[in-house]
């Protein structure tokens, strides 16, 4: 008799373009990827270089070695990389927003244990779109004397088309039961008319999540009365950059936010498609004043990294990762200073990975 044959689960095993970033950047990325491993993920890292440390090391910011990496692979986890005010170069963050049209900027809001905030219960997503409206860069002043200016908001059905379908799609595959669309239809009828109608056509296609859509202004004020009524948002850019602020405030600030730019899926129709895909990135910056001290939080990068592996479909890794880091911030005794504790990077990150079992 022949033995039967057992049938192991294979998990892929992804490649992933690392930036490790500026200031903190390289501590909270050796942090992340002690954690990721423990939780036993399986992605095969590619370090690319940008930012200032780019800057120093090849004379270029965003190297072409760094796109040609994040093209191959289509994937990036990216630590915060520092932007000079003023003159010198431009944000690398923009750029690759732009190089790879990663359209959907996704943040998800959620109160945890630890992490001082006003409510309790919150747990939102913000889905931006990141390529149109009045960001679209079309500006100028009316008359020589500069006394007038004005700036066009674009809004088209392919981009809002997309990125409500990506709220949708997100909402179905992270178990979410609404979304709600936010605009000023009222006001600004054809522009955010247009964004509205396409909602209400999509959300035809997804009768199992339920749709509703609701005014800027009134949202922001039931944002900050009621957060726990809303699931996932959907919105264009302005109102989605404001709003995703908000939201990080009602569970503590940008200090732990994660946050994903998501291009489309690789063979997706759609200008996008060939040069698709997905970056992660910690919301903060590269706090500068506690670079090199050893004592920054990773927690952001942390969580940014389980959204990556949500969507690699390493789902139980995520899990574990999201579960470790809720313990750590539960326990006075390991949370880092910026959250009122005395731990330190490695501490904190030894207490996540002890408490992944
Ligand atoms: P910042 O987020 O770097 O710092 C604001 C404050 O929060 C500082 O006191 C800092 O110490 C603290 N802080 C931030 N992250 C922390 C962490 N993980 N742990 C502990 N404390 C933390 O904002 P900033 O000072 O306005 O910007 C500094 C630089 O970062 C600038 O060059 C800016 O362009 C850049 N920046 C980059 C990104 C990005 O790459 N996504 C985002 C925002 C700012």
Redesign the pocket.
Known sequence: MTAPTVSVPTVSRPTVSLIE????GPE?TAATLRAVEAAGAQIAWERVDA?AGAVARHGDPLPPATLASIQRTRLAL????????GGGYR???VALRQHFDLYANVRPARTMAGVPSRFTGVDLVIVRENTEDLYAGIEHYIDPRRTAAESIAIITRFGSERVIVYAFEYARRHGRRKVTLVHKANILKMSNGLFLDTGREVAKRYPDIEFDDMIVDATAMRMVIAPERFDVIVTMNLFGDILSDLAAGLVGG??VAPAANIGDAPGAPGPSAERACAMF??????????AGKG???????MLSAAMLLDHVEQGVAAARLRAGVAAALADPATR???LGGRANTAQYTDAVIRAMG
């Open positions: 970033g500026d200031g903190i909270i930012g990216k630590a915060p990389l520092a932007t000079p005010s944000s690398v963050n940008l200090g990135e910690a919301v903060h910056g590269t706090a500068p004043d506690i004592i920054a939080n990773p927690t952001g990068l880092t200073g910026d």
